[in-house]
């Protein structure tokens, strides 16, 4: 079966800590997104990409990073600079070309710091 | 510039009533627009989207969407509420100007009481 797998489900941090939440999928995108969502504030954008090698920021990137190395792959890292982590990570892959766009969403991940 | 409101933050209907999420947009170019559904603690599901076809768009568990460009709205029903349809809701507008811009609007949560 197509999809995004991202992992852990559930991920815990000690303050000072960075961690890297994985992102992979198998329906050979090109685009690859990462959102982070709070309560009430519907889905913000951390950082994309549209090609291997390249991303851009998007509207929260602070104390966040990426790669993109590989289609397949887009992983998170969130440094000890993001000083509100805890949240739910959504990561998303669409086309690039065309008007009928719609991403592909994983599963989440939850990370909580303790 | 693009912009998404969801008027309702959370709705209430009775199993087997009907339901209405609203959803307003602005853009600057011809959008795509796409309502998802999530579950808690899930990712993203596709209800249905408008790409520039047919303007009542039919999506998957009985929902449909009415694209109105006159009244910049892209309202969400079913007939007939289901307690399974209990979940948040997101209206989302694409548009592609050099690259693709993505905006999710803060989320509709939708509870069927029995």
């Known amino acids: 079966d197509g999809g995004i797998t991202q992992s852990p489900k559930y991920l815990f941090r000690k303050e000072g800590q960075n961690v890297t939440l994985s992102c992979e999928q198998n329906?050979?995108?090109?685009?690859m997104y990462w959102y982070r969502q709070d309560p009430g504030q519907g889905l913000r954008l951390i950082y994309y990409?549209?090609?291997?090698?390249?991303?851009q920021k998007g509207d929260i990137a602070e104390g966040y990073s990426v790669s993109r190395e590989k289609k397949e792959s887009f992983p998170l890292t969130v440094t000890s600079a993001q000083k509100n982590p805890t949240a739910f990570y959504l990561c998303?892959?669409?086309?690039?070309?065309?008007?009928?766009?719609?991403?592909?969403f994983g599963q989440g991940t939850r990370l909580t710091v303790v | 510039a693009q912009s998404v409101t969801q008027l309702d933050s959370h709705v209430s209907v009775s199993e087997g009533t009907p339901v209405l999420l609203r959803c307003n947009y602005s853009?600057?170019?011809?959008?795509?627009l796409f309502w998802y559904v999530q579950h808690p603690n899930k990712g993203l599901q596709l209800l249905l989207k408008?790409?520039?076809?047919?303007?009542l768009v039919k999506g998957i568990n009985g929902f449909e969407a009415e694209f109105k460009k006159s009244e910049t709205s892209f309202h969400l029903t079913k007939p007939s509420a289901h307690m399974s349809d209990a979940a948040e809701y997101f209206c989302?507008?694409?548009?592609?100007?050099?690259?693709?811009?993505?905006?999710f609007g803060t989320g509709t949560k939708l509870q069927v009481i029995p």
């Open positions: 989302v507008v694409s548009v592609r100007s050099g690259y693709q811009k993505v905006t």
């Open positions: 853009s600057s170019y011809s959008p795509s």
């Open positions: 990409s549209q090609i291997v090698n390249d991303f």
């Open positions: 329906l050979n995108h090109d685009a």
């Open positions: 998303a892959s669409s086309i690039v070309s065309g008007r009928n766009t719609e991403a592909f």
């Open positions: 408008y790409t520039s076809a047919a303007t």
